[in-house]
């Protein structure tokens, strides 16, 4: 994919770059809801940013958003593969000068997709290798739980890559919620056990350090107001 970004400004801007927009693009579900979020937000909306300033680490406590991509593609081995398509990826600037990378997935009520085991039921040559990446990525056990999101692995890794690829200190993974039942936030608590971190909403959990880079991740409550948009 060439490195060529296009700015938008209106939602049917960024609905053009979904996978599947007519499917993807309702009132009410996560596509249409994230899109009217961030495009109301100056920056980031404002319980990301109070996400991020949880963790008490100084860089985190005031991000700047130098760069907002909707739709962010990241490669993963094999390269042939699905990439795994980020709702929103942000690079930022943190209170110390550092860059941070920060890949976002948007949810209402949609699941995060299939578990670990049903991903890998039928195992093929390109799935182990991808599989493998991930685990030696985000330094995990090799046996992980079949009832592990597939999706939340690879999200998680898109924050780890693009923090490489870019030279940011930090990594975050963010779940940008506007289910008002917190839906699926049971599978995202048994995600960060396997980093023998705790979840919580609103607050940001560290994970590991993937060589100099902070890895994060955290559970942030939408507005409400943008289900409706």
Do not use: C
């Not at 700015?7 to 599947?20: G, N, R, T």
């Not at 085991?117 to 093929?124: D, K, V, Y």
Request: overall charge negative.
């Amino acid at each position: 994919m060439p490195p060529i970004y296009v700015p938008i400004s209106s939602p049917d801007q960024w609905k053009a770059l979904l996978a599947e927009p007519e499917k993807q693009w309702r009132t009410g579900f996560s596509a249409r809801t994230i899109a009217h979020s961030w495009l109301a937000a100056d920056g980031l909306p404002a319980e990301v940013s109070s996400l991020l300033a949880s963790s008490a680490i100084q860089a985190l406590s005031a991000v700047d958003p130098l760069l907002i991509i909707p739709e962010h593609k990241v490669l993963l081995p094999p390269m042939s593969g699905h990439p795994s398509q980020n709702d929103v990826f942000v690079l930022g600037r943190g209170a110390d000068g550092r860059l941070v990378s920060i890949a976002v997935e948007g949810k209402v009520s949609e699941a995060f997709g299939p578990t670990l085991g049903e991903w890998n039921q039928e195992p093929s040559r390109g799935k182990q290798t991808r599989l493998a990446y991930l685990i030696e990525l985000l330094s995990l056990q090799r046996d992980l739980p079949p009832e592990i999101r597939y999706q939340l692995l690879h999200r998680l890794a898109s924050a780890v890559i693009e923090a490489k690829r870019f030279g940011a200190m930090h990594a975050v993974m963010v779940v940008h919620s506007f289910s008002q039942s917190h839906e699926w936030f049971s599978d995202f608590e048994a995600f960060l056990s396997l980093f023998g971190s705790k979840a919580q909403v609103g607050a940001l959990a560290w994970l590991y350090s993937a060589g100099e880079v902070s890895v994060y991740a955290g559970w942030a409550e939408g507005d409400p107001r943008f289900l409706a948009a």
